[in-house]
């Protein structure tokens, strides 16, 4: 989906703010009624549809802490650095419908590679249906770094917050865990491989899945609809970026409820097992703290369950219990241990 | 009203990122109604008061490139960023009521520092009535990056945007102009001064007022409640963040209109005049490229003439034309010069 192509190179102070902000988003086009203004004034204007309330999430990734562009593209960066933001909004059971994108930017970076960064944002812009409304295009003394605000819509009654799930309640995963972490370790390797011999050509056919889940993510867009044709409104949710343990904890201490997690439940994509086995990882370990997998966490009631049942898109990993009972995590050896919240940051600094 | 005291520095490893948030953000309290939900879930909830539209600005603040932390104490820093933002959501006309803040800081920072910081914000939202409902905290490589984002709310016929112009309209300004931009020469003068002599102690007695347009400028809250007081409805607005000379540039672009500025109107703080005297800069270019101002700059038909006339806080400084006859200052000696756009970046480079 996305390639690479060789470009002249453009300084950014050939074209100016003013100009680089109009040339970067010549192409956008607004999908939304309720976008009433978008980039070129002070402020966007955005029409509140009837009876809905807004919801308003921000994000920022910074060069060297939350990407490395020696392997990852400008594009997919675009392209992720809207996808994170939107599992936000989808994670309150809303409608993403707009964003804004601020850049700071060193003179490194020509308007070639500026202009690969907004085709992937407009590329996920035009996936997920999202008007880019404004923004702020900056120079920086070093490196990278990207803010995105998104904003949704969704009915009062619809919204779900971290803080409502009830002992009781099941819990419930979209799709699998750990790839995106175990896809970083690959790329981690390739890079260091790459410096001890720039002509290697490394073999990734194995690891499509977990690669592209690192590099090119994709946000939870359906599953509120999904939910809704069910007829099933969750008691809490939250979008799983620092890692599944961490998350559950979220849920648990907002909504003061304990939670029995269990490890044979753990929804684990094939390539996540064979790599672990390589990398020679324990792979709940992963799937526990991983992150960056921007699947949606959420607890229904047990009323709900034959709704559930079955559905490919849904996994059963557990149920809460009294706040007393605490955190536990079931092993597959049925021996109750502790969860711990520690996010792929922590993980890597071991 | 900030004064800066020496404290112990916590680092920030030690909190971890989500200590961190709800550490700095502790003490903020939500004042609207509209704030459903603040900081501490996937996102904010914010409910549409009747018939009002949204409005969305957001600014990127970068060290070295906005700041200078030798001499912008962090807790101006954070007051500046609030304000900068709200200036613009004002230049739509509109009530500025929330905001999230997202910054990026290097481990050089100790907790302390972002404390200064955020108590500047706290500051800022509480004498501006905004609340802060989401935002995001993460390392960077190197230096501060502060991305704030502002939301407020309008009738949508109340709304003002830069296209609205008509020929023969007024052109009014807020306040005056250039002060911020010379507030900045005097603290670069002494931080080269202070290179070389480090004891020097600086009377800046006779700079308080360009210095403070500098470190800690004002938004214009006032000015959306005292033009419907006044029963004015602008025609078109924008906030004077670049320079006069490259705002009126803006509003005739988007209106289509073109524009005599009359020199002897600008208004100028006399700190301005001395200070330009002092400098030996031309006080007029300094007030059309200068830029910081964070005053609102508009058009009014000239029926409410009457209504503005003799306002301390208005100025009429010229009038639009048809966009053939093109954009003009017309100077004391009467003679008509093209308006350039020149922001302060630019003039800088010179």
């Known amino acids: 989906m996305f390639e690479n192509k060789d470009t002249s190179r453009t300084s950014i102070s050939q074209l100016g703010e003013f100009g680089l902000i109009d040339h970067l988003t010549k192409n956008f ?24 309330q807004l919801v308003v999430t921000t994000d920022m990734l910074v060069e060297g802490v939350h990407f490395d562009l020696s392997y990852m593209p400008l594009k997919h960066l675009g392209y992720k650095a809207v996808v994170v933001n939107l599992s936000d909004v989808y994670a309150m059971n809303a409608k993403a419908s707009q964003i804004t994108v601020s850049i700071a930017v060193s003179n490194r970076f020509p308007v070639e590679a500026l202009e690969e960064l907004y085709a992937g944002i407009e590329t996920a812009a035009s996936i997920y249906n999202i008007d880019v409304v ?12 990207i803010s995105i605000t998104a904003l949704g819509q969704a009915k009062k009654d619809n ?3 971290r803080s409502g799930a009830k002992a009781n309640d099941l819990l419930v995963l979209t799709g699998d865990v750990g790839a995106a972490y175990l896809g970083l370790q690959v790329l981690e390797r390739e890079k ?6 720039p ?9 499509t899945y977990i690669i592209e889940r690192q590099l090119k993510p994709e946000a939870r867009q359906g599953i509120a ?14 979008d799983v970026s620092d890692g599944l343990s961490s998350e559950i904890i979220h ?14 439940k753990i929804p ?3 390539q996540v097992i064979a790599t672990c086995e390589e990398f020679e990882l324990d792979s709940t370990t992963v799937a526990l703290s991983g992150g960056e997998d921007y699947e949606l966490l959420f607890t229904v009631s047990t009323e709900d369950f034959p709704k559930i049942k079955g559905n490919p898109h849904l996994t059963v990993i557990g149920h809460m219990t009294q706040e007393s009972e605490g955190m536990h995590l079931i092993t597959r050896a049925n021996t109750k241990i502790p969860l711990v919240a520690r996010g792929w940051n922590a993980m890597k600094e071991d």
């Open 159 to 161: 919204i779900v917050y």
């Open 134 to 145: 404004g923004g702020d295009t900056t120079s920086s003394t070093t490196g990278l770094v």
């Open 251 to 264: 849920i648990c201490k907002n909504s003061k409820v304990g939670c029995n997690l269990y490890e044979d």
């Open 225 to 238: 609809a999904l939910l809704n044709e069910l007829e099933v409104q969750p008691t809490s949710m939250i």
């Open 192 to 197: 260091q491989v790459f410096k001890v011999n």
């Open 199 to 207: 002509k290697s050509q490394p073999d990734l056919d194995k690891y």
């Open 268 to 270: 684990l994509d094939p």
């Open 29 to 52: 086009k607004i999908k939304h009624e309720t976008t009433v203004k978008g980039i070129g004034d002070d402020a966007a204007v955005i029409a509140s549809e009837k009876d809905q």
